[in-house]
């Protein structure tokens, strides 16, 4: 190993970088604790930098920024992002592709900043009225980091639509050690615009469901973004069809597309019978625990969730081949394992579950056996 390609880095130095790499080109945000390394990374990296007043008119401007053709990020924590729940909706709406950074700490209400969590995943799946999907990526190791936030970029920009990446204050302040050489190049997300000569419909939709787009800037042709239920001209018709029929796109450009931006880990242990689910920073002590239960002698299979929502259906298939299921994650209502199965799941599947504490390798371990 080459000691001059180890760097001494955080997760948020990684993603930012990777953000700004993939061609996100402007962070517009309100700092935030367990976020403002991100705040801090990004003011230094990014070709634009704008400090917003709060957190409402971080995401009212990135959605003019977007509109004019740029790939906006911010980063923040539950209070920030309970803020922009209704402009992230007007953005979804309106189609504007975009990037937020949402970094988990203890609450509920402000909780404790510098102490990290995984309980906004409920707040996650219900961000948009109705709950309709979107794109949501989970950070497990350093290396998803770099990778998911540049695919974060790709798929905001390919199907006109805000993305979520979710982390935690541990993941994205914790200091670490990393060969750089192991991280793939980024590659800058070419932007698509439409070029025709034909009239520019703002909405409407080619096969894979996402309608050409053109920022404002466009001295060629007319165009139009609203946040009201509208039709594929943009022109508001309550609940006409044709209006009904675009925003129900909305949901099944992203659902019918998942296939494209589904990520997980499966780690296959033959003649397993117990399947050991996880994502995000409690995805390190499962890698462990499972590894330490293999040493024990313990047949076991591992998933990591990556791609967060919608829950693709892979997850599901490979969780019916098991007669056990574990679903380790730090909150206290095992809010990914009801989303998954409902509030009363089948009788195999255990959550493992920590309030204000990380969940240690030694917690799943005896969850798993006390199951055997």
Not at 60 to 65: D, L, N, R
Not at 163 to 174: D, L, N, P, R
Not at 346 to 351: A, E, F, L
Request: with cysteine.
């Amino acid at each position: 190993m080459n000691k001059n390609n180890i760097i001494f880095t955080d997760s948020s130095r990684l993603l930012t970088e990777s953000l700004a790499q993939a061609g996100a080109d402007v962070f517009i945000g309100y700092p935030i604790t367990p976020a403002n390394l991100i705040y801090h990374y990004a003011s230094q990296r990014f070709p634009q930098f704008m400090a917003a007043p709060d957190e409402i008119t971080a995401l009212q401007w990135m959605s003019g920024f977007a509109a004019a053709g740029h790939i906006p990020v911010t980063a923040t924590s539950f209070p920030g992002y309970a803020l922009m729940i209704e402009s992230i909706n007007m953005a979804y709406m309106m189609e504007l592709p975009m990037v937020i950074v949402l970094v988990q700490r203890l609450g509920p209400a402000t909780g404790t900043a510098t102490r990290g969590a995984q309980g906004d995943i409920a707040l996650l799946s219900g961000t948009i009225s109705g709950g309709m999907a979107i794109p949501s990526f989970s950070i497990s190791n350093p290396h998803d980091c770099w990778e998911l936030s540049a695919k974060a970029v790709e798929v905001a920009s390919k199907y006109r639509t805000p993305v979520v990446i979710f982390t935690s204050k541990e993941e994205v302040m914790t200091m670490f050690s990393i060969d750089k050489t192991g991280l793939a190049p980024v590659h800058r997300v070419e932007r698509k615009f439409y070029s025709g000569d034909e009239t520019y419909v703002p909405y409407k939709a080619d096969e894979k469901l996402v309608s050409a787009f053109l920022p404002v800037s466009s001295n060629k042709h007319q165009v139009r973004f609203t946040a009201s239920t509208h039709d594929t001209q943009g022109i508001i018709q309550n609940t006409a069809k044709e209006a009904i029929d675009n925003s129900k796109r909305l949901h099944y450009k992203i659902t019918e597309n998942l296939s494209d931006f589904t990520y997980f880990e499966y780690d296959k242990e033959e003649g397993a019978t117990s399947l050991l689910l996880s994502f995000g920073i409690t995805s390190q002590a499962a890698r462990e625990a499972v590894e330490n239960l293999r040493c024990q002698g313990k047949k076991v299979s591992l998933l990591i969730a990556k791609t967060l929502l919608p829950v693709p259906t892979a997850y599901y298939d490979i969780c019916s081949r098991y007669k056990q299921l574990f679903i380790a994650e730090e909150n206290l209502t095992g809010q990914y394992r009801q989303l998954l199965f409902g509030s009363m799941p089948p009788v195999h599947i255990h959550g493992i579950n920590e309030f204000g504490k990380m969940i240690s390798p030694a917690t799943i371990i005896k969850a798993v056996l006390s199951h055997e």
